[in-house]
Each structure stands twice: as structure tokens, then as C-alpha cells.
T-cell receptor
Framework: GAGVSQSPSNKVTEKGKDVELRCDPISGHTALYWYRQRLGQGLEFLIYFQGNSAPDKSGLPSDRFSAERTGESVSTLTIQRTQQEDSAVYLC??????????????FGPGTRLTVL | KQEVTQIPAALSVPEGENLVLNCSFT??????LQWFRQDPGKGLTSLLLIQSSQREQTSGRLNASLDKSSGRSTLYIAASQPGDSATYLC??????????WGAGTKLIIKP
């Protein structure tokens, strides 16, 4: 594809339900990042995948959050037992270099999650 | 087209020194500017966020300033420590809500 895609673009869910967000990175990009941005706040790093290495999960806010990626393909971010404070735009980015490099991160359009 | 430049590309200083990292951007139409650090093989850690209406933000030994009209931001690190060694990235959020990244400054603090 031409860029990073994410689905769904919008998700409204009830408190306590589980949600799954999807990211399709640019083909060939080895690095994939998940971020979230709450209204009026800056970008918050969640998790980073680099090839087949163990992911850097240091940004995940609680054990309700998890993410998977198989090889250098699609990634899914799962939030279990959603809370209202999980409401945010969840952004995915990919790049062709590992995190230690300085290659451009290409961002997807984001998934706007609203927890009622 | 927004471009973000960071100077210097690399910096090595003895422990205890105060230092300044620079970030410049070409288009002043930004929503915010953020400073991140990146440790080898790790993801990003957000350090400071400055909204376009603000002039500076402080967190511990870090102070970031923003001069939107001149397209400049500085990150000041006081009393540097070896644990401060990392790559520091500056990013601006443009009018399309996209983050535009600088190339980073690799900082080494020598014990």
C-alpha cells in the first residue's frame, strides 16, 4: 500500500468491553510503533516492534493493553476491559530503520476510540 | 513543506556539565513541539510538550523553550548525568496533525 493504514477509523464502545485496533504498516518497514494521543495532550508512546526482536512494551499504561505483530506485517493493539480514560486517538507508525536510527516515521490516520 | 533540523548531530560532554540541544523548523504554523529521548534498541520516551501558545516547559533537570516566530526550540539539560546518554528527538505537529521529526542529536555523557 501507499502508506500506513489503520482500522477502524472510529470506534465507540461501552466501558468494560474489549477492543482491537489494527495497523497495516508500509510494506518492507521493519519498525512499527503504537502511540496514543488524548485530547489536548502530546503523543504518548505505547509499544515498539523491530523485526523479530522482543518488543519494547515500556509505554503500555497497564496490563489491559497488549499488542502483537507477526514478522514485519500487520499489528493489532488490544485493550481489554476498556475504561473511559482509554478514550484517545491511537496512532500507528512504521519506519524502515530500527529505533536507533533516525529514519522518518510514517504515521497512519489513527483510530479514534471513544469509551462511553 | 515543514522541515525540522537538529543541531548538533552528536554531542559528547563530561558528566556534570549543562548543555543545550537545538531544534529549528521552517513553518511556524504548528500545534505543538515535543522533545523525546530514544535509547538504543528502544522506543521513544516523551520528555516535554510545548503547545504553540507556550514559551517553555520544565521537568526536573530539563527545560525546553519555544520561539515559534523564529522557528526555534532548545532543550536545556542541567547537571548532565551518564544516564542522560541517548538520542534526543524534536518533533513538531503540523497543521495536518502530522508529526514531523528532526534527525536527532546523539548525546554521550562521559563519567
Amino acid at each position: 500500500g501507499a502508506g500506513v493504514s489503520q482500522s477502524p477509523s472510529n470506534k465507540v464502545t461501552e466501558k468494560g468491553k474489549d477492543v482491537e485496533l489494527r495497523c497495516d504498516p508500509i510494506s518492507g518497514h521493519t519498525a512499527l510503533y503504537w502511540y496514543r494521543q488524548r485530547l489536548g495532550q502530546g503523543l504518548e508512546f505505547l509499544i515498539y516492534f523491530q523485526g523479530n526482536s522482543a518488543p519494547d512494551k515500556s509505554g503500555l499504561p497497564s496490563d489491559r493493553f497488549s499488542a502483537e505483530r507477526t514478522g514485519e506485517s500487520v499489528s493489532t493493539l488490544t485493550i481489554q476491559r476498556t475504561q473511559q480514560e482509554d478514550s484517545a486517538v491511537y496512532l500507528c507508525a512504521s519506519s524502515s530503520l530500527p529505533a536507533g536510527g533516525t529514519d522518518t516515521q510514517y504515521f497512519g490516520p489513527g483510530t479514534r476510540l471513544t469509551v462511553l | 513543506k515543514q522541515e525540522v533540523t537538529q543541531i548538533p548531530a552528536a554531542l559528547s560532554v563530561p558528566e556534570g556539565e549543562n548543555l543545550v540541544l537545538n531544534c529549528s523548523f521552517t513553518d511556524s504554523a504548528i500545534y505543538n513541539l515535543q522533545w523525546f529521548r530514544q535509547d538504543p534498541g528502544k522506543g521513544l520516551t516523551s520528555l516535554l510538550l510545548i503547545q504553540s501558545s507556550q514559551r517553555e516547559q520544565t521537568s526536573g533537570r530539563l527545560n525546553a523553550s519555544l520561539d515559534k516566530s523564529s522557528g526555534r526550540s532548545t532543550l536545556y539539560i542541567a547537571a548532565s548525568q551518564p544516564g542522560d546518554s541517548a538520542t534526543y528527538l524534536c518533533a513538531v505537529m503540523d497543521s495536518n496533525y502530522q508529526l514531523i521529526w528532526g534527525a536527532g542529536t546523539k548525546l554521550i555523557i562521559k563519567p
